[in-house]
């Protein structure tokens, strides 16, 4: 599929295939609570004549690739568009009715919390380059009805017991929306790792392990996730207890903005440093980890084929 393909997709009909429908339609526009947040109120629109998107409390939007970006977290468009191929078998042409909608039904109902061993979401997380072992500690699966229909999903906790949660097609939360803060046992500790999202903060586990596999010392700070940058403020308090923080935005305008509010409260008495600096070129850390994968199955597979040997030449004998 090439990007003019894709574009011709009705955002629309692509959204109805991951589980979105609309809420309430005005005159050309449709109306949905946001397939990239929670979110009680519908902020997200898509001008069915343009086949245009727009996320009014991110500040995004633009046409289907630009929505995969934010989806499936990458800018890599060759990826983005084998994405998009991959679903549209599930794309049909749509139409929506608008009745009285229930404001007391919850999104998620009939929700079952477990331990995390789906084949499915397990290759998904390889995929990202996630070491499966560490995530399976770190993580579980939920099982949920979503409109009628029953799905799985990545389940990771947060503070006030509700969890984001992300598959292969879908990514949202389970409410409340909150940040996750893994604080170690024993004594407090004085440096805390911040991350925009889940995905970013098993990425940072992963890339130690992998880098520093007899010491690791992944208990030497605590960590915090973000779970949306509009979760900074909700940050700022429990930071304040410690004496050093590490940043590891998105490499955009909406992870800068997240690093200087931090700063903003706490760079005249707190140390801070924008991590991001480490994987400057890539996204996000995740994107980071993915290429680096990927450098490393390269090396390995060049240092397989030097390392076989010769072909005897015809009619030569030891």
């Known amino acids: 599929m090439d990007i003019q393909t894709a574009k011709q997709i009705k955002i629309a009909d692509y959204l109805h295939s991951l589980g979105f429908s609309p809420v309430k339609q005005q005159g050309i526009n449709l109306w949905y609570k946001s397939p990239l947040r929670e979110e009680t109120e519908a902020s997200f629109k898509v001008n069915t004549e343009r086949n245009q998107w727009y996320d009014f409390a991110l500040g995004k939007g633009g046409n289907i690739i630009a929505l995969a970006q934010e989806l499936y977290c990458s800018d890599h468009v060759p990826y983005l568009l084998q ?5 549209t078998p599930r794309i049909r042409p749509v139409s929506f009715s608008f009745g009285k909608q229930s404001s007391s039904e919850p999104s998620f109902q009939q929700l079952e919390i477990v331990p995390l061993s789906s084949p499915a979401l397990l290759a998904y997380l390889q995929e990202r380059g996630i070491n499966i072992a560490m995530a399976k500690r770190e993580c579980s699966e939920a099982h949920f009805t979503h409109n009628g229909k029953r799905y799985f999903a990545i389940a990771f906790p947060n503070v006030s017991g509700g969890y984001e949660i992300r598959n292969q097609y879908f990514k949202g939360c389970i409410a409340p929306k909150e940040i996750s803060h893994i604080k170690q046992p024993g004594t407090a500790r004085e440096t805390c790792y911040v991350f925009e999202g889940f995905m970013d903060y098993l990425s940072f586990l992963t890339l130690r392990l992998e880098n520093c596999p007899k010491y690791p010392e992944l208990d030497r700070q605590d960590y915090m996730v973000l779970n949306s940058v509009a979760n900074v403020s909700k940050a700022i308090y429990p930071l304040g207890s410690y004496e050093r923080i590490h940043c590891f935005f998105d490499n955009d305008r909406a992870g800068m903005e997240a690093m200087q509010q931090i700063y903003k409260e706490y760079g005249r008495d707190l140390y801070i440093r924008d991590a991001s600096q480490t994987y400057s070129g ?10 680096q994968t990927e450098r490393n199955r390269q090396v390995q597979s060049a240092k397989g084929v030097r390392s076989q040997p010769p072909k005897k030449k015809n009619g030569f004998r030891l």
């Open 83 to 87: 994405k998009i191929e991959e679903q």
């Open 282 to 291: 890539c996204k996000d850390l995740n994107e980071y980890l993915q290429k």
